[in-house]
Each structure stands twice: as structure tokens, then as C-alpha cells.
Nanobody, 115 residues
Framework: VHLVESGGGLVQPGGSLRLSCAASGFTFSRYVMSWYRQAPGKERELVAQIDINGLSTNYADSVKGRFTISRDNAKNTVYLQMNSLKPEDTAVYYC?????????WGQGTQVTVSS
């Protein structure tokens, strides 16, 4: 299993970023995919989750209405569109796949929201 995140960077408050996670080594279309984040000194938290067909999504209360998770099963990729970014969204963002009870993680991508 291999998960590779990209798309992070430095953005001003109110700005947008789109994260991508390219997956390989498993049948991507059969598994729920998630985005987590971890800010300095804080525990890793679930940001968004999407079912295998992309029809059902869940979001942390802190990002509802601002973030959108989506997936392209033909490209084995999951996305996180982040709008109206706030300084408190600053964190390392991780892609996650839960496969037969085992969690797999990417290396993470840094998102920094600052003026």
C-alpha cells in the first residue's frame, strides 16, 4: 500500500488549496478513504471521509461548509478541496486508507495558513 499526498503549501487566510492523494498497491475503489490532520502539539484528527462510491461523506465540524472531499476511482486518487482557510487549519495533512482493520498513512503534506 502506497499513499502519496501533494498540494500543500503556504496560503493566506481566506485562500484555497487542493490536496491530492495518489494511492497504489490495493484496490482503491473498494475502500473508504479519509483525510486527517495534525497540528503542532495536538493529536491527529479526522478531517473528512468518503465512501467507496463517493456518494457519502463526513466532515469534522470545524471544516464543514469549507472543505470538500472527493475521489476519482479511475485515477486511484482522493482529493481535499479546502476553501476559506483559517490559521487554525495549519497542520500536516495525511491521507488514510483503512484496509481489513489496518490503517495505512501517507507521508503527509504541510498546509500553512498565514498572512
Amino acid at each position: 500500500v502506497h499513499l502519496v499526498e501533494s498540494g500543500g503549501g503556504l496560503v493566506q487566510p481566506g485562500g484555497s488549496l487542493r490536496l491530492s492523494c495518489a494511492a497504489s498497491g490495493f484496490t482503491f475503489s473498494r475502500y473508504v478513504m479519509s483525510w486527517y490532520r495534525q497540528a503542532p502539539g495536538k493529536e491527529r484528527e479526522l478531517v473528512a471521509q468518503i465512501d467507496i462510491n463517493g456518494l457519502s461523506t463526513n466532515y469534522a465540524d470545524s471544516v464543514k461548509g469549507r472543505f470538500t472531499i472527493s475521489r476519482d476511482n479511475a485515477k486511484n486518487t482522493v482529493y481535499l478541496q479546502m476553501n476559506s482557510l483559517k490559521p487554525e487549519d495549519t497542520a500536516v495533512y495525511y491521507c488514510n486508507a483503512l484496509i481489513i482493520g489496518m490503517a495505512y498513512w501517507g507521508q503527509g503534506t504541510q498546509v500553512t495558513v498565514s498572512s
